[in-house]
């Protein structure tokens, strides 16, 4: 193997997690001693794509190009990699196979389409839409406009998924758009969720419980979409727990589509039995090869996939990793935080931030659980500072 192959810090993933671990990385080594894969040439800031889709903001607002975002002094190959061999310490990639001494992977999630039938042929058309696609956002935007009464739908699958409260925050606009437009009393507006409740904290789920009744919204829980047919308008669910099914008729139908672990990352030994990247949850090391670490939405961290949980996670990783190189005990400790800002409207906001045991653990000192146009500003204009400026440049 050629000295070029030998690389020493390679981070698997130039997404909110790769890059917001190289440029933290970056300010302890000398140039080339960090290598990041990404073959993507723009990077989203995705927690924007709620809002382009209630037409709130460009989709242009979420792009950077790759480049501009690539830390000084990092290495990028624009290449997937492929496969792993841990006890080798090497990986493949496109163009052969490559040696590190320390691995970090954070590839992201897979958004599996295919896994509903029927969905790859009529999303973006038939008023099938999805905020999860950049190609797909800006129709969310325009079945908003065009729609005149019906029944409205909005899915939430049985896997994890990135930013769980997503499916729910755009229902919330689009029941607030429509009433806006004196259209409320002929739409009926729907989540079908294969969960078990509106969400997994009681305090923010009881907020959620009020607001959804308040503003007349219907609920169906254990409802998983596996089929729909955009040119008949008719959706199918299987009811969670039974061997039933039942199709539901829509007018509009904004779907989450189930979500894994990338193939490359469950056909690899750093996967547990689910397909996750095996790490501890708390030093964020992977449970079987000690050079190698995880964060963000492909590890098995039981919690909320969000960019403000990678946000917690990214300096705990970089103190374990640092001591780990110097054979020094690790004390980095990730107690789970994630944060979720679930727009309930044009102008209002529920922020919901938790860490692994459900406990509240909010930032400001006033009830997150209650609307406020404060916090609803926060998520429009402060975050996207903060994500651009501080996570991407390793400050924040």
């Known amino acids: 193997m050629n000295e070029s192959r030998q690389l020493n810090i390679v981070i698997v993933g130039g997404g909110t997690a790769g890059i917001a671990v190289a440029a933290r990385l970056a300010k302890h080594f000398p140039s080339n001693e960090i290598t990041i894969f990404e073959p993507a040439e723009i990077h989203y800031y995705q927690p924007l794509w709620t809002l382009v889709g209630a037409g709130i903001c460009p989709l242009e607002e979420s792009a950077r190009p790759m480049a501009e975002l690539i830390p000084a002094g990092v290495r990028w190959i624009r290449e997937k990699v492929t496969a792993f061999q841990p006890a080798q310490n090497t990986l493949s990639s496109e163009s052969g196979s490559w040696n590190y001494q320390w691995l970090i992977v954070c590839p992201g999630i897979q958004v599996n389409w295919n896994a509903i039938s029927g969905l790859p042929e009529t999303l973006g058309k038939n008023g099938v839409c999805s905020n999860y696609s950049e190609h797909h956002v800006n129709y969310t935007w325009e079945q908003f406009q065009a729609f005149k009464g019906g029944r409205a739908l909005f899915t939430f699958p049985k896997t994890p998924v990135k930013c769980a409260g997503a499916p729910q925050k755009i229902m919330y606009l689009f029941e607030d758009y429509v009433r806006r437009q004196g259209l ?131 300096p705990v990783l970089v103190e374990n990793l640092l001591a780990a190189i110097n054979k020094r005990s690790m004390l980095g400790h990730y107690n789970g935080y994630s944060s979720c800002p679930i727009v309930t409207g044009y102008g209002s906001l529920i922020l919901a931030e938790f860490d692994y045991d459900g406990t509240p653990t909010e930032t400001f000192p006033f009830d997150q659980s209650k609307e406020r146009w404060s916090l609803y500003m926060l998520k429009r204009h402060v975050l996207p500072v903060m994500y651009w400026q501080g996570m991407m440049k390793g400050r924040a």
């Open 184 to 314: 409320r009393n002929s739409a009926e507006v729907h989540f079908m969720s294969a969960g078990e409740a509106i969400f997994g904290v009681p305090k923010y789920k009881k907020a959620l419980s009020e607001l959804i009744e308040r503003r007349g919204i219907q609920t169906s829980f254990k409802r998983n979409l596996i089929a729909i047919d955009g040119s008949q308008k008719v959706a199918t669910f299987e009811i969670l727990g039974t061997n039933q099914t039942v199709d539901e008729k829509f007018d509009f139908i904004h779907v989450c589509p189930p979500m894994s672990a990338p193939q490359f990352i469950k056909d690899s030994p750093l996967a547990n039995t689910d397909g996750w990247i095996d790490v501890n949850k708390h030093s964020l090391q992977h449970n079987k090869f000690a050079n190698i670490f995880a964060l963000g939405d492909a590890s098995s961290l039981p919690t909320s996939r969000t960019g403000a949980a990678i946000r917690k996670q990214a």
